[in-house]
């Protein structure tokens, strides 16, 4: 354990070490406490690394505790794969722990309070207790049974904890402050009587579940957390986590400190939206790629090495208003994403929209292969053979019949490079029936192979190619950002920013042989085209690739400022 501020810090940091330095605690402690009733996405990855590197910053520790306070969202299968994400992401932490397991200790906190004259029940209808809270600008309206005595009070809440009750008839309040300026003090309801379903740990053991504002703070104090991280929309519940521990006498008690929450451009976070996608089949469940959960990520190809530069770059800050978050550019990400890429991914020959190209003055009957490095930012990486023969394949849109001005590509009598291999020249093309170009023939020159000319002479274009005789055919998917609005969440119907070209999916294509033994997870740079990843749903016979990001393409950009 140290009091000195890491060298790398933020308001966070140096307020952590401020309470080291004052004694306001000894050591360092947090936690992760995400409610199981759905997958984590990108908005918790950074509540979670802010978590975890605090504590490793300090020398401290972490606890995995989940939320599972409200049994009607909350499944056994989001607590695995939140456990699976979370290590995937590279966190560790000292132990796992749950809400339910401290029903009991938090149940006789709330007789505490009560025997304190600090809270209540209240026997108005849900309905009639949102009316009574007032708003902003006018105060509530107290409840016509916010003083019954407490023995009253005691009865009626252990006659809720035992099941006597129907759902929605009694909850337990807090006696606060009806006209408190914070609407968050306006007597909470600490307690809701909830009969099914049967929660995921305890069974039908309970029927009266606690309300998150009143199980966060006393959890923390129980597991001893010192310092209780949490997205800025709970700046104002922070009083009423304060006044629950103070009212409750506890010694030590945690601080809580906010920051701002990610937002992040083409994208939702809110699970109840995210849900509506997955469960309306606007997408194909949780871990579609097009998804911003951790699961659609690792599918589409993202590595916990780019999400955590990601988190690294966009830093941590604080705002103003309660309701604000940070609104990130998604093109941060998939900088971050092509960063980490470009270091770790072998390289590989693919065409995506094949156009056939018969090189006329190739042995008919000859086959070589040139020696391509994996990886050239990586000299460990090595090297591979990629067969060549008289007939390859190109990017269609690697040729032009009518080249435009500043187009380096093939087109008729312009010679190109074949990527680490020959100089070829356009020398006819051939149509069906429609006027499509099916074929284009060229001439090579034999003297070139490796890609230079002996004599010196020089072209612009570079292009790359997969022969056709030793080419796989493989099925590509094309993954674009899920909206077309730029903040989906502010939309007054999400729904319609949807992007109808999210997804394309290729059928045609031809990559290297060398890809065939290709497995599920495998990340790749296809050269000048992108970065890919091997889909879950590929097979042996029918490999799938998923785009995790492209590259940048200058000739695109060209084009772009042409059509303006």
Known sequence: MTNETPESTDFIHEAVAEDLRNGRFDHVKTRLPPEPNGYLHIGHVKAFLIDYNTAKDFGGVLDLRFDDTNPEKEETEFVDAIQEDAHWLGIEWEQVLFASDFFDLLYEWAVKLVKKGKAYVDDQSPDEVKASRGSWTEPGIESPWRNRSVEENLDLLERMKNGEFPDGSRVLRAKIDMAHGNMNMRDPIMYRILHEPPHHRTGSKWCIYPMYDWAHGQNDAMHGVTH?????????????????LNELEIENKPRQIEFARLNMTYTVMSKRKLRRLVEEGYVDGWDDPRMPTIRGMRRRGYTPESLRDFIDRTGVSKTISASAGVMIDVAILEACVRDDLNKRSPR????????????????????????????????????????????????????????????????????????????????DVVKDANGEIVEVRCSYDPTTRGGNAPDGRKVKGTIHWVSATHGIPVEVRLYDRLFNNPDPEASGDFIADL???????????????????????????FERVGYFCVDIQSTPEKLIFNRTVSLRDTWAKIEETRGK
């Open 499 to 525: 992007n109808p070209d999210s997804r394309q999916t290729l059928t045609n294509c031809i990559v290297e042989p060398s890809l065939k033994d290709a497995q599920p997870g495998d990340k790749f740079q």
């Open 348 to 427: 590989k020959l693919a065409v995506l929209d094949p156009l056939k190209v018969v090189i006329e003055n190739y042995p008919e009957d000859q086959t070589e292969e040139f020696e391509i490095d994996n990886n050239p930012t990586d000299p460990e990486s090595g090297t591979r053979k990629v067969p060549f023969s008289k007939v390859i394949y190109i990017e269609k849109d690697d040729f032009r019949e009518v080249a435009p001005p500043k187009y380096h590509r093939l087109a008729p009598g312009q010679e190109v490079r074949l990527r680490n291999a020959y100089f070829i020249k356009c020398e």
């Open 228 to 244: 209780s991280l949490c997205s800025i929309e709970y700046e104002h519940h922070r009083p009423l986590y304060e006044w629950f």
